[in-house]
Nanobody
Framework: QVQLVESGGGLVQPGGSLRLSCAAS????????MGWYRQAPGKQRELVAS???????NYADSVKGRFTISRDNAKNAVYLQMNNLKPEDTAVYYCNAIVLVTNTHYWGQGTQVTVSS
């Protein structure tokens, strides 16, 4: 059973920055893709960014040029650097990990990001 622990959320003013971290533990197999999703009140959960084990990244159009995802395979960790934050980025952010050999998705507990003046 893979456990994901997130950290780094909080309250920030528009234009500010935050860095989210997620550490995975307990996996018997290699973790393939890791990423971040978010869910705002009344909205569906959506992909923010993902990164494969080889470093290929994918971003939602709304965060391109502002957010950067990175990964440390040795630590089974994934990071999300968020710059120039906007009020519409306010949401609960969830870490996601995919183990392809077992076709299993794992989720963190979520961390709140609030962008407000």
């Amino acid at each position: 059973q893979v456990q994901l622990v997130e950290s780094g959320g909080g309250l920030v003013q528009p234009g500010g920055s935050l860095r989210l971290s997620c550490a995975a533990s307990g996996s018997r197999f290699s973790i393939d893709s890791m990423g971040w999703y978010r869910q705002a009140p009344g909205k569906q959960r959506e992909l923010v960014a993902s990164i494969t084990r080889g470093g290929t990244t994918n971003y939602a159009d709304s965060v391109k040029g502002r957010f950067t995802i990175s990964r440390d395979n040795a630590k089974n960790a994934v990071y999300l650097q968020m710059n120039n934050l906007k009020p519409e980025d306010t949401a609960v952010y969830y870490c996601n990990a995919i183990v392809l050999v077992t076709n299993t998705h794992y989720w963190g507990q979520g961390t709140q990001v609030t962008v407000s003046s």
